[in-house]
C-alpha cells in the first residue's frame, strides 16, 4: 500500500479567501484524487489528477473553484477558491495501487467562516 | 438510481454475532467491488476486494459478489466492538471509484 500525506490536516478560513491542499506519496503513481465528504455524507469525487495532463473534474465540480496542479507522479496540490461555508468539509487525497486497492490520505479539515 | 446504494443504518449487532451489510450497483459494466471501514474522523480504510461472483473470505471478513443481481455483501464474523464503524461500499467505473453513503455498523457489547 501506499503512504499518503496531506497538509495542512485542518485549517479554518474566512470566506473569499482560498486554501492549497498539499498531497504527498512516497512511490510514484499515475493517477491521484480528490474527494470531499461533507459532515455525515459519504465520499464524493471532484477530480482525477494525471501528470502531465489536465486534471478530468467530475459533474457539479470546475476548474476555476478547484484547480488542480499535478507537477510530479509523487505530488498534487487542490486549491478550494473563493471560498463559502459550503466548502466546509474534510478534503481527502486518493491513489490506486496495483494490482488493488485505492487508498486515502488523513484529509484535510476544512472549516469555512 | 444512485450509482451506489447502502442503508445507512444504524446497524446494532451484538458482540460475537454476524454482522451482514449490503450494497446495491447500478452500472452493470463494474468489473471491482470494494469495502471500506471508516471511523469517525479517520480517513477510509479499504478492507477487501472482490472481482469475481461467489465468496471472498479474508480472516472475519467475507465479501460476497452477484454481479446477475447486481449486488454486495460484506459479512462480520464473531463481531468486535472495534468493529464499529461505517462500512462503505464502492465500486469502479471508467477507473474511478465510486462510493455509496456508507452503514453504520454499532457493535454491542
Known amino acids: 500500500s501506499a503512504v499518503i500525506s496531506q497538509k495542512p490536516s485542518r485549517d479554518i478560513c474566512q470566506r473569499g479567501t482560498s486554501l492549497t491542499i498539499q498531497c504527498q506519496v512516497d512511490s510514484q503513481v499515475t493517477m491521484m484524487f480528490w474527494y470531499r465528504q461533507q459532515p455525515g455524507q459519504s465520499l464524493t469525487l471532484i477530480a482525477t489528477?494525471?501528470?502531465?495532463?489536465?486534471?478530468?473534474?467530475e459533474s457539479g465540480f470546475v476548474i476555476d473553484k478547484f484547480p488542480i496542479s499535478r507537477p510530479n507522479l509523487t505530488f498534487s496540490t487542490l486549491t478550494v477558491s473563493n471560498m463559502s461555508p459550503e466548502d466546509s468539509s474534510i478534503y481527502l487525497c486518493?491513489?490506486?495501487?496495483?494490482?488493488?486497492?485505492?487508498?486515502f490520505g488523513p484529509g484535510t479539515r476544512l472549516t469555512v467562516t | 438510481q444512485k450509482e451506489v446504494e447502502q442503508n445507512s443504518g444504524p446497524l446494532s449487532v451484538p458482540e460475537g454475532a454476524i454482522a451482514s451489510l449490503n450494497c446495491t450497483y447500478s452500472?452493470?459494466?463494474?468489473?471491482?467491488f470494494f469495502w471500506y471501514r471508516q471511523y469517525s474522523g479517520k480517513s477510509p480504510e479499504l478492507i477487501m476486494s472482490i472481482y469475481s461472483n461467489g465468496d471472498k473470505e479474508d480472516g472475519r471478513f467475507t465479501a460476497q459478489l452477484n454481479k446477475a443481481s447486481q449486488y454486495v455483501s460484506l459479512l462480520i464474523r464473531d463481531s468486535q466492538p472495534s468493529d464499529s464503524a461505517t462500512y462503505l461500499c464502492?465500486?469502479?467505473?471508467?477507473?474511478?471509484?465510486?462510493f455509496g453513503k456508507g452503514t453504520r455498523l454499532h457493535i454491542l457489547p
Open positions: 464502492a465500486v469502479n467505473r471508467d477507473d474511478k471509484i465510486i
Open positions: 486518493s491513489v490506486v495501487t496495483p494490482p488493488v486497492g485505492q487508498y
Open positions: 489528477a494525471n501528470q502531465g495532463s489536465e486534471a478530468t473534474y
Open positions: 452500472d452493470r459494466g463494474s468489473q471491482s
